[in-house]
């Protein structure tokens, strides 16, 4: 074999080695396509949760305790009751259904140095008394009202702590001690039945006998009764509004000291279909409206402020009413007058705050009001020491003092606003007679 042979088999064989050293070349890979991003839906916010109405709290416990507690009304009547007989602001024995004082404080556990109960009614009235006192008494209740709401009922207890419309028992420690009675501390007012049917006495005196330590005896008559007791020196403070007899009063030697306190305004009612057709007018043309028509008219006839009010009404239209059928006397104080004016669908002059307190008990509406000549102004006068040495002359100017205090004027400027919608009565301490076009 020639070496050229030889030569060509060895390179072949060379080449065959190097090839299988370097392997088969990897197929190229096709390019990798990304697989479509699918976003996942937005996440839907659940919808937020509705708050519960928070309750109306109607009682609650407040101060010196270890859990302030506060209820709904529903949530009172839910609790224990128990039935009390108690007197009534008339003196008529009566049955109130409550829960006990006792177990309400002892739901808010009164610290250990608290030693007094403060009793906060919805005009702002208070009163106090001893926690221990009160803890312990087994019939003392918060009763539940026809109308709603509450009020305290505690028997054998001073009546002042008989509080109306109470919202809120506040426990106190180290509150300061009773003020000590004075020496003399009866006093007698006599004053009309339109501040006692109102309900403003049943607030101001019970604040006054706290404060001071008298102890007050209201007599509820007409202005011209108060007066003449004045003048017999059978009472130590009046609180009238009759300011033409006040003035003679006055002139009389029989007054002593004489205050302005408030005034509210007189208001003709009468039944709602009106038969005299009186509503809007005048106050002069509607008593000729009625004096013309006959219509059935209730008087008190009892010399009482409001009685010589419309006397003076009757003059003004030039007309005398006494003697007509129509023309019906009662003799009685505002409140029972009225509802012989309801039971009769009669005509009636009264103040608006005696109207406003009870109109729920009448059949009648506000027909006239707002004349410049209805406004109705009390003041307080002290009787004359110098003509009746016995009356009690320092109970009835520490009265009388109370009733033109700036704290007070501003219980009375409140008074009756919540329950309905305005005040009963306008104060007047820091205003003259003239202020209100007085003589």
Not at 228 to 233: A, F, H, S, V
Not at 279 to 295: P, Q, R, T, V
């Amino acid at each position: 074999m020639s070496r050229t042979i030889k030569f060509v088999l060895l390179m072949g064989l060379v080449l065959s080695l190097a090839l299988s050293a370097c392997g088969t070349p990897a197929p190229t890979a096709a390019p990798a396509t990304e697989a479509p991003v699918v976003e996942a839906p937005a996440a839907t916010e659940a919808p937020a949760a509705t708050e519960a109405p928070a309750k109306e709290v109607a009682l609650k416990v407040t101060g010196a305790v270890a859990s302030e507690q506060g209820w709904a009304e529903d949530e009172v009547k839910a609790m224990t009751t128990l039935d009390v007989e108690s007197t009534n602001s008339k003196g008529e024995k009566a049955t109130y259904t409550g829960v006990l004082i006792s177990d309400l404080l002892a739901l808010a556990q009164p610290n250990a140095d608290a030693n007094t109960v403060v009793f906060v009614a919805d005009d702002g009235y208070t009163a106090e008394a001893s926690l221990k006192e009160v803890t312990a008494c087994a019939d003392c209740i918060v009763s539940f009202r026809d109308k709603g709401g509450f009020s305290t009922v505690l028997p054998n207890f001073p009546k002042n702590l008989q509080v109306k419309g109470v919202i809120e028992i506040q426990v106190v420690a180290g509150a300061a001690a009773a003020v000590e009675p004075p020496a003399n501390p009866n006093i007698i007012l006599a004053t009309t039945t339109s501040t006692q049917d109102s309900g403003l006495l049943d607030v101001l005196v019970p604040m006054f006998q706290e404060q001071t330590g008298y102890t007050v005896q209201t007599v509820a008559v007409g202005s011209g009764e108060a007066m003449k007791m004045g003048e017999e020196g059978n009472a130590d403070v009046l609180l009238v509004h009759a300011p033409a007899s006040e003035v003679t009063f006055m002139d009389g030697g029989f007054g002593k000291d004489r205050m302005l306190v408030m005034h509210n305004d007189f208001i003709l009612v009468g039944p709602a279909d009106d038969p005299a057709k009186v509503k809007g007018l005048a106050i002069k043309d509607a008593f000729k409206a009625i004096f013309n028509a006959g219509a059935p008219f209730i008087t008190r006839g009892d010399d009482s402020g409001t009685h010589k009010k419309e006397l003076a009404l009757w003059k003004s239209a030039e007309l005398d009413p006494a003697g007509k059928e129509w023309y019906i006397e009662t003799g009685q104080g505002m409140g029972a007058s009225m509802t012989v004016a309801s039971e009769k669908a009669a005509y009636i002059l009264t103040d608006r705050a005696t109207y406003l307190a009870n109109k729920d008990n009448y059949q009648l509406e506000i027909l006239v009001e707002g004349d410049n000549s209805l406004l109705n102004v009390y003041h307080v006068i002290t009787v004359n020491l110098d003509k009746w040495p016995k009356v009690n002359y320092d109970g009835a100017l520490a009265f009388a003092k109370f009733m033109t205090d700036p704290a007070t004027q501003e219980v009375i400027g409140k008074f009756g606003a919540e329950k309905f919608g305005q005040p009963l009565f306008t104060p007047d301490a820091d205003k003259t007679d003239a202020d209100l076009g007085l003589k």
